[in-house]
């Protein structure tokens, strides 16, 4: 199952094979259906992964639960996001002021309660960034116990609950997968409508990316979505971070090398790679999409066009049976799943890059690359390891927040004696391990001339503050990177290991080649499902099913027969469709590694071939390389003797 980035990636690449002259006028006009529609192409490239945002059938977590856990931090007046937005621009103005060392665009600052302002901010961004270890470890919880496919039951003696009960998500990927794009296919031929018709070749290019792809994403988990279902999300991220950087540089992996050319550090980020944009129907605003997540607000319904939902819910129909009344599949939810997907993509690839030490723009959303600071200004000293927001108090253990306004007016005093002070104002903002260890203090004694100011100091207080907010944005998009929620720095691929103190203090997490490149596990795969403890799940789930897991699921079976890199299964020469093609599945449930071919050579050959049936892969590879659809044949899961059978 690779990411929704690596599946542009094949979809941009095989438009380029279709628009090819030498591909004759038939794949010429799928081109250009796709190139006049290509929010639906792209949207259908995406594939099943729409369905990660459906409610469940069963009263259960969902990842779409846990994403509007993480959104709703973002959201409203005292949101991070609003909270940047509102800090850039106090600082933009400080900038001005300092420059110009404008007394009195300096005194009508203070006067309107700006530095209040800053404060009042400044303490909302620590208390937002020293909570989100905390959110993220109860995040964590949900995942380990809800987000588990019911279809590894607790005990071997337990029957398999049915599909009807399924995620949506599982029952595309697990069931009927070929069956579905078939029907997409007659529903959009049928209607005649050209952005059906994108949408569903763009979801053809789709299955072809995850049917070549999931078996190299499991080779680097060491098990399929059913058995590590959160491992799957990290890697599959760190995959789609280096596919854009590759591909974008361009870059070329020199053989028997890990070291890419040009290096990972001149790599594109994905992180401002706008992938929102690609599916993007009508013009969305996220501050009012995060709002209504915040108050628990309905999202706005018709963005997805009436006619596609209706469109996309007969073809499920079509393939899965009829639906269930008030189930997870409508035109209301579908609408919501698309937005919810657009929003996700905007929250994780959105970015800019970020210079939090000038006006540059761009800052208010957290989670891309942050340019390196300068050096302090003249006699600016601090101590760097007190701008942490992520620092607590080593005496309570309890997260600092900023101290009371405070204001020495000393220094002011010393420089002018006879200065009529009209006014004096300060803000503190409290960067450090405690009071004695440093405080960022803006101190203003406003007095009748500009003379009275220590434009000097003001220029290290405001370099102090940027510092802070640096470190803590840094920290932040490390820690979404480290556990599955975004994407990492094209830069820290070449990384061996990373530690996120506020999510497991002493801990390494494993990062670069461990989470990019595959492995060959020769017979053993596919592990057993991650244990549930929750210790082990926080630290475990972000490294190969050893240590952590006990064992591996009997048959063992092979997922993937090389050690190569994400290009090798996209549209790499040295894996040609010749060696199988996913068109024709083997006549039975594969025991030994099914090449298929890279993805691009097969979406080209499938969209060559629109008028056959097509094969029900499973498309997470689930218990080897290209699996077809199977289910447990005594109805039970036994990790030990799993009984595996083609699906009916």
Same mark, same amino acid.
């Given at each position: 199952m690779p990411g929704i980035a690596t599946h542009f990636e094949v979809l941009t690449l095989t438009l380029q094979e279709l628009r090819k002259p030498t591909s004759g006028p038939a794949l010429n006009q799928v081109a250009n259906v796709m190139d006049a529609h290509p929010e639906f192409a792209h949207l259908g490239a995406i594939g099943p992964a729409i369905a990660d945002f459906l409610p469940s059938p069963a009263p259960r977590g969902t990842y779409l639960s846990v994403w509007t856990r993480i959104l709703r931090l973002l959201g409203g007046d005292l949101g991070l996001h609003n909270t940047l937005k509102q800090i850039e621009a106090l600082l933009c103005e400080m900038d001005d002021i300092l420059n110009d060392e404008d007394f009195d665009r300096l005194k009508a600052f203070s006067d309107r309660g700006d530095f209040d302002k800053v404060q009042d901010l400044s303490s909302n961004f620590a208390d937002i960034v020293q909570f989100i270890p905390d959110v993220a470890k109860e995040i964590a919880d949900t995942i380990r116990m809800e987000l588990r496919p019911n279809v590894c039951t607790a005990s071997k003696t337990d029957p398999v609950p049915g599909p009807e009960t399924w995620q949506i998500r599982d029952l595309l990927h697990w069931k009927h997968s070929g069956l579905f794009v078939k029907k997409l296919l007659a529903r959009a031929n049928a209607s005649g409508n050209p952005r059906h018709l994108a949408y569903a070749y763009g979801f053809v290019i789709g299955y072809s990316a995850n049917v070549c792809g999931a078996p190299f994403v499991n080779s680097t988990v060491g098990g399929p979505s059913r058995t590590q279902w959160w491992r799957q999300r990290l890697v599959k991220n760190w995959v789609d971070a280096w596919v854009y950087g590759f591909y974008r540089a361009p870059a070329t992996m020199p053989a028997g090398s890990d070291t890419p050319v040009p290096d990972y550090d001149t790599w594109p980020n994905l992180c401002d790679a706008n992938l929102q944009k690609r599916i993007e129907m009508g013009a969305l605003g996220p501050e009012d999409l995060l709002k209504k997540l915040k108050l628990s607000q309905p999202l706005p319904?018709?963005?997805?066009?009436?006619?596609?939902?209706? %469109?996309?819910?007969?073809? %499920?129909?079509?393939?899965? +049976?009829?639906l269930t009344p008030n189930g997870p599949v409508s035109l209301v939810s579908l609408n919501h799943a698309y937005l919810m997907t657009w929003l996700v993509l905007w929250f994780q690839t959105s970015g800019q890059v970020v210079n939090w030490f000038n006006c540059s723009g761009g800052h208010a959303v957290p989670i891309c690359q942050f340019k390196e600071p300068p050096s302090p200004p003249g006699g600016c000293t601090f101590d760097p390891n007190a701008l942490d927001p992520f620092q607590k108090d080593p005496k309570t253990g309890k997260p600092l927040t900023p101290p009371k306004p405070h204001v020495d007016t000393a220094s002011i005093k010393k420089k002018k004696k006879c200065a009529l002070i009209t006014q004096i104002i300060g803000a503190v903002v409290f960067f450090g391990a405690s009071v004695a260890a440093g405080a960022v203090i803006? +101190?203003?004694?406003?007095? !009748? !001339?500009?003379?009275?100011?220590?434009?000097?100091?003001? /220029?290290?207080?405001?370099?102090? %503050? /940027?510092?802070?907010?640096f470190n803590g944005l840094q920290a932040l998009h490390e820690l979404l990177a480290i556990t599955g929620f975004g994407y990492p720095h094209a830069a820290i691929l070449k990384d061996e290991k990373i530690a996120i103190d506020a999510l497991a203090e002493g801990h390494t997490w494993k990062t670069g080649k461990a989470l990019v490149k595959s492995q060959i596990h020769d017979q053993t795969y596919p592990s057993k499902p991650l244990p549930t403890d929750r210790t082990i799940f926080l630290l475990g789930f972000n490294d190969e099913p050893d240590g952590?897991?006990? +064992?591996?699921?009997?048959? /063992?079976?092979?997922?993937?027969?090389?050690?190569?890199?994400?290009?090798? %299964?996209? !549209?790499?020469?040295g894996n040609p469709l010749s060696n199988g093609g996913i068109k024709t599945k083997p006549a039975s449930l594969p025991s030994s590694p099914f090449p298929v071919g890279n993805a691009v050579a097969n979406a080209v050959d499938l969209l060559t071939n629109l008028n056959r049936d097509f094969p029900d892969w499973n498309l997470d590879a689930d218990r080897g390389m290209s699996w077809a659809a199977w289910k447990f044949g005594a109805g039970l899961y036994d990790p030990d003797a799993v009984d595996s059978v083609p699906q009916t």
């Amino acid at each position: 199952m690779p990411g929704i980035a690596t599946h542009f990636e094949v979809l941009t690449l095989t438009l380029q094979e279709l628009r090819k002259p030498t591909s004759g006028p038939a794949l010429n006009q799928v081109a250009n259906v796709m190139d006049a529609h290509p929010e639906f192409a792209h949207l259908g490239a995406i594939g099943p992964a729409i369905a990660d945002f459906l409610p469940s059938p069963a009263p259960r977590g969902t990842y779409l639960s846990v994403w509007t856990r993480i959104l709703r931090l973002l959201g409203g007046d005292l949101g991070l996001h609003n909270t940047l937005k509102q800090i850039e621009a106090l600082l933009c103005e400080m900038d001005d002021i300092l420059n110009d060392e404008d007394f009195d665009r300096l005194k009508a600052f203070s006067d309107r309660g700006d530095f209040d302002k800053v404060q009042d901010l400044s303490s909302n961004f620590a208390d937002i960034v020293q909570f989100i270890p905390d959110v993220a470890k109860e995040i964590a919880d949900t995942i380990r116990m809800e987000l588990r496919p019911n279809v590894c039951t607790a005990s071997k003696t337990d029957p398999v609950p049915g599909p009807e009960t399924w995620q949506i998500r599982d029952l595309l990927h697990w069931k009927h997968s070929g069956l579905f794009v078939k029907k997409l296919l007659a529903r959009a031929n049928a209607s005649g409508n050209p952005r059906h018709l994108a949408y569903a070749y763009g979801f053809v290019i789709g299955y072809s990316a995850n049917v070549c792809g999931a078996p190299f994403v499991n080779s680097t988990v060491g098990g399929p979505s059913r058995t590590q279902w959160w491992r799957q999300r990290l890697v599959k991220n760190w995959v789609d971070a280096w596919v854009y950087g590759f591909y974008r540089a361009p870059a070329t992996m020199p053989a028997g090398s890990d070291t890419p050319v040009p290096d990972y550090d001149t790599w594109p980020n994905l992180c401002d790679a706008n992938l929102q944009k690609r599916i993007e129907m009508g013009a969305l605003g996220p501050e009012d999409l995060l709002k209504k997540l915040k108050l628990s607000q309905p999202l706005p319904e018709h963005i997805l066009p009436d006619d596609f939902g209706q %469109f996309w819910i007969d073809a %499920f129909a079509d393939a899965y +049976g009829p639906l269930t009344p008030n189930g997870p599949v409508s035109l209301v939810s579908l609408n919501h799943a698309y937005l919810m997907t657009w929003l996700v993509l905007w929250f994780q690839t959105s970015g800019q890059v970020v210079n939090w030490f000038n006006c540059s723009g761009g800052h208010a959303v957290p989670i891309c690359q942050f340019k390196e600071p300068p050096s302090p200004p003249g006699g600016c000293t601090f101590d760097p390891n007190a701008l942490d927001p992520f620092q607590k108090d080593p005496k309570t253990g309890k997260p600092l927040t900023p101290p009371k306004p405070h204001v020495d007016t000393a220094s002011i005093k010393k420089k002018k004696k006879c200065a009529l002070i009209t006014q004096i104002i300060g803000a503190v903002v409290f960067f450090g391990a405690s009071v004695a260890a440093g405080a960022v203090i803006f +101190g203003i004694g406003t007095a !009748n !001339n500009a003379a009275a100011v220590d434009w000097k100091d003001l /220029r290290c207080q405001l370099f102090k %503050f /940027r510092m802070y907010l640096f470190n803590g944005l840094q920290a932040l998009h490390e820690l979404l990177a480290i556990t599955g929620f975004g994407y990492p720095h094209a830069a820290i691929l070449k990384d061996e290991k990373i530690a996120i103190d506020a999510l497991a203090e002493g801990h390494t997490w494993k990062t670069g080649k461990a989470l990019v490149k595959s492995q060959i596990h020769d017979q053993t795969y596919p592990s057993k499902p991650l244990p549930t403890d929750r210790t082990i799940f926080l630290l475990g789930f972000n490294d190969e099913p050893d240590g952590f897991v006990p +064992g591996f699921e009997t048959p /063992r079976t092979v997922d993937c027969p090389a050690s190569v890199y994400p290009s090798f %299964f996209i !549209n790499e020469a040295g894996n040609p469709l010749s060696n199988g093609g996913i068109k024709t599945k083997p006549a039975s449930l594969p025991s030994s590694p099914f090449p298929v071919g890279n993805a691009v050579a097969n979406a080209v050959d499938l969209l060559t071939n629109l008028n056959r049936d097509f094969p029900d892969w499973n498309l997470d590879a689930d218990r080897g390389m290209s699996w077809a659809a199977w289910k447990f044949g005594a109805g039970l899961y036994d990790p030990d003797a799993v009984d595996s059978v083609p699906q009916t």
